[in-house]
């Protein structure tokens, strides 16, 4: 990995220091996010921000989330799961951008199907995870309320855009006991997590205010429609 081992090792640091004074418990994710080296997802010219507990731009007025909500939403995805490594077979994750929280939730599935509605961010967020030598996500260029595959089950769906009610077809994809973690909302927002309990029974439960960009439907060849 290039630029990744103990490049920026202090900023590092604190930032899992934050997480934790802000609540982040989960070792599993902890050690997640300090494996990822974030300012391999931005330019060059943000890198001395990259470790900060902000929200960056990323371009096509999209951004890379904050380090704090990359943490909260994996924290939630695996919180019925107790093991270390690689604890689902398969995850789908919507609006990836830059592929930052796909590598996070790299180390916690066997795979990672990731969708962008982005083409150019879908371009970038490849060329990222291969810099980090990550060959589990595969990225597609699509519109994460349809274009995912109908039949398959998914251990966990992580939606990193909001919006104004959770799609109801996400729950047809996860198998039980699998969480969609979702923001949702318009001007005000919050964090949902919807658990499948089984086909006739879900458990919704919401959490912090948070600021997504909201999902947009459709999908866009070159950015300039959002
Ligand atoms: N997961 C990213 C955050 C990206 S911001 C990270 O790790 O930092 C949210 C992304 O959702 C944007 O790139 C936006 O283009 C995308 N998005 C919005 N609506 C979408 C939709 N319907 N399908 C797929 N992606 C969508």
């Given at each position: ?11 590092r640091?604190?930032?899992?220091e934050?997480l ?6 989960d070792?599993?994710?902890?050690d ?43 924290e ?21 951008g830059c592929g ?43 519109d ?29 994809l ?38 997504f ?14």
């Amino acid at each position: 990995m290039t630029n990744s081992g103990f490049t920026f090792r202090r900023v590092r640091e604190e930032l899992i220091e934050t997480l934790l004074d802000l609540g982040i418990k989960d070792f599993r994710v902890l050690d997640a996010i300090s494996q990822i080296p974030r300012h391999i997802f931005l330019d060059e010219a943000l890198w001395s921000r990259a470790y900060e507990n902000r929200s960056l731009t990323i371009g096509y007025r999209q951004t890379i989330s904050q380090p704090y909500i990359v943490a909260k939403m994996t924290e939630l995805l695996v919180s019925h799961t107790k093991s270390r490594g690689k604890v689902f077979e398969s995850i789908l994750e919507i609006g990836s951008g830059c592929g930052y929280q796909s590598a996070v939730l790299s180390i916690f599935s066997e795979e990672v199907h990731a969708i962008e509605r982005i083409k150019p961010l879908v371009q970038k967020s490849r060329e990222n995870l291969s810099k980090l030598k990550i060959n589990n996500v595969l990225v597609k260029h699509g519109d994460g309320y349809q274009d995912w595959e109908k039949e398959k089950k998914y251990d966990g769906i992580i939606c990193a855009a909001a919006p104004r009610e959770y799609p109801n077809d996400l729950i047809s994809l996860l198998s039980n006991d699998a969480k969609l973690v979702i923001p949702v909302g318009g001007t005000t927002q919050k964090l949902n997590m919807i658990t499948k309990i089984n086909k006739d029974e879900i458990k919704e439960e919401e959490f912090d205010d948070v600021s997504f960009v909201p999902m947009l439907a459709g999908k866009s060849e070159d950015g300039n429609d959002v």
